[in-house]
């Protein structure tokens, strides 16, 4: 039995599932696209087995606590456009961590801790 509350947008986890209107899981959110100032929201990115992939708002019929579920069909999920715009990045919060030489120089010259989501 799981959990199908319903959720927004704001609560949606890094890691859900996003399945196909047939159920089949095709990916996994990545991280949401939203106009904060508007508190709009714009769709999601999702890791897929083809790289990264973008889901729009209409395509997206309910978000719950266990899954992201979408209007497409299994065909239109393969082939899904990847994002578009500039590169999104995230904080290594580990790069310079540690003992070794190479952590202590990353530290004196406070080496930057973004790296590309690819």
Not at 72 to 84: H, I, K, S
Request: glycine share 8%.
């Amino acid at each position: 039995m799981s959990d199908e509350t319903p959720i927004s947008y704001l609560a949606l986890v890094v890691g859900t599932p996003v399945q196909t209107s047939s159920g089949e899981i095709f990916g996994t959110v990545g991280h949401v696209l939203q106009v904060p100032e508007l508190d709009l929201f714009d769709g999601v990115v999702v890791h897929t087995e083809h790289g990264l992939r973008f889901v729009a708002r209409d395509q997206i019929t309910q978000i719950t606590t266990t899954a992201v579920h979408c209007s497409l069909t299994d065909d239109e999920a393969a082939n899904l456009p990847a994002p578009e715009g500039t590169a999104v990045y995230h904080v290594d919060a580990l790069q310079d961590v540690g003992p070794s030489l190479t952590a202590r120089l990353g530290r004196i010259f406070r080496r930057e801790h973004w790296t590309e989501e690819k």
